[in-house]
DNA sequence: CAGAATCCCTTGGGATACTG
DNA sequence: CAGTATCCCAAGGGATTCTG
């Protein structure tokens, strides 16, 4: 256990909980496989999110959106209403969380065995 | 957007729910990687963890072992001394650590240029 | 040494009401 | 419709003290 190991510890460890973070907290990962299915409206998400706040869901569209994750677009109808959809680089996210997926399913089974 | 897709989705998130948690809060990251150096002391541990505390230590550990990711042993000494290991499953998790890295990297590239 | 117990503060997030 | 503002509560986690 020396320095060294802890300066390459490190190097690994922060890109993990950026990644970690992008991921985190309640509703990140609904919103995001709920915007799979492609471009949805902010109220539709409501609905289709169950029990997320408006609140909540603005705070997170933003987050994604600061992220690149997301894209916002407002159209220009009466009352105005915003999509939002994946970008090209949020879908990549895909293949991390698929990744988790596999091995927390391989979890459940082990655990309730 | 109808319920089918619900249901799958839910079928997907829920796993990956699984395995985010066990990834999350402040310091299974940092546990867990320090123990891939291999058997330490909890004291030692806690040295090698720069601001952790010893209630966080124990509490991540004990939840860490129930998830049979590590191991825990009492050693005959005086005092007694502990020690903890990551078991071979334990050492699963490295892939999906490495997958979050990975994108997390490519992350940190993206948004700070 | 290896923790448990206690106290306290900060943060995440819910409920509700309001606005352009 | 698409949010914002405010208030509030519960959980996460830090500091300190105590024990086998």
Chains 1, 2 share one sequence.
């Not at 990644?19 to 990962?29: E, R, T």
């Not at 408006?54 to 959106?65: V, Y």
């Not at 109808?77 to 915003?82: A, H, L, N």
Request: aromatic letters at 6%; proline letters at 4%.
């Amino acid at each position: 256990m020396d320095k060294i190991a802890h300066s390459e510890c490190n190097k690994l460890l922060v890109p993990v909980r950026d990644a970690l973070d992008i991921l985190s907290g309640k509703w990140k990962l609904p919103i995001i496989t709920t915007l799979r299915f492609g471009v949805i409206r902010f109220k539709e998400l409501e609905r289709e999110i169950p029990g997320i706040t408006a609140k909540m869901l603005s705070k997170e569209l933003k987050e994604l959106e600061m992220n690149q994750l997301v894209k916002r677009t407002v159209l220009d109808t009466t009352p105005i209403s915003v999509t939002y959809e994946l970008t090209e680089y949020g879908r990549s996210l895909e293949t991390v969380i698929l990744e988790l997926g596999k091995w927390g399913k391989a979890h459940r089974e082990r655990i309730f065995a």
